[in-house]
């Protein structure tokens, strides 16, 4: 299933994209997509049900704004040069760990909404990555089989990054990840079971037209399961939480100088296969 949001900012309705690309109603079944559904596999066999015998109302997509299609989102956990492209042009060694931070779940926005530069920002840098969702609480995982049993389903994520705030002004990356809006999310949380392979993907981004990033997920240096996997030794995670697992090559940082780092007024465009595409117009904040 493709399960999203629709509406105004923190009025948003719970809705499905079928297979025929319309877009249906889910408000009389559910409240709302969050954690609560994620976790309850006989809601979700009720929406796709539902899905399949075509009785969903249909919705207007035209105008609507699409949210973040997770509700309520816990906590972002960020994996660091997961891809050994992007470990290249970083100038960094592969690492034997990944690399976790967070990211404030208040810096996750609709996939269409405004991304704003922040203030005094000479830096704000562009990253597509893979989304995993979580489904079912995790702590203390043995397996990698274990680790994908307990992944809702996938999403595209913009893991916007300041990097002068990131790298040079002391302390964690923390200052440099969580801007404002700087986590747009969706436009679809794509169920696990439409995934057969997430490493498998390809992952693509634009900024004014200009093809920018052009990786797979096969460069992946630590996979989605063996992320879930380890990340649950060090954290639980609960459904809702999302896993942001790192960009390939191509980045404003890795270019020569100078580097296109983003201004006011860019565009920027990413998609992953089958997980939907997201459009951002970038504002002073």
């Known amino acids: 299933m493709k399960l999203l949001r629709v509406g105004p900012a923190g009025a948003e309705r719970p809705a499905l994209l079928d297979q025929h690309g319309t877009l249906r109603d889910l408000s009389a079944l559910v409240t709302d997509i969050d954690g609560a559904l994620l976790s309850d596999g006989a809601a979700l066999d009720r929406l796709r049900a539902a899905a399949g015998a075509g009785v969903l109302p249909p919705l207007d997509a035209t ?8 509700a309520r989102v816990g906590k972002v956990v960020c ?16 690492p034997a760990e ?15 909404d405004t991304v704003l530069v922040p203030r005094g920002s000479r830096k704000t840098d562009w990253e597509v990555e893979l989304a995993v969702v979580i489904g079912r609480t995790a702590r203390y995982l043995d397996s990698a089989e274990d680790a994908l049993a307990h992944v809702a389903g996938y999403a595209v994520a913009h893991d916007v990054s300041e990097r002068e705030f990131q790298i040079e002004r002391g302390g964690t990356w923390d200052k440099g990840k969580n801007c404002e809006t700087f986590n747009p999310l969706g436009p679809w949380l794509v169920t696990a079971d439409e995934v057969p392979d997430p490493q498998d993907l390809r992952l693509r981004l634009w900024v004014n037209g200009e093809l920018r990033q052009d990786g797979s997920t096969a460069d992946q240096i630590f996979p989605v399961a063996e992320v879930v996997r380890y990340v649950s030794r060090f954290m639980t995670l609960y459904p809702g939480d999302v896993i942001n697992t790192g960009t390939p090559a191509g980045v404003a940082m890795g270019h020569p100088e100078p580097k296109p780092y ?9 998609e992953i296969d089958g997980l ?10």
């Open 262 to 270: 983003l201004r006011a007024g860019d565009v920027v465009e990413l």
């Open 79 to 94: 994996i660091g040069l997961n891809y050994h492209g992007h470990a290249r042009e970083a100038g960094a060694e592969p």
């Open 276 to 285: 939907g595409r997201q459009r951002q117009e970038l504002k002073d904040a």
């Open 63 to 70: 105008g609507l704004r699409i949210g973040p299609p997770v």
């Open 98 to 112: 990944p690399v976790v931070f967070l990211k404030a779940a208040d810096t996750v926005v609709g996939p269409d």
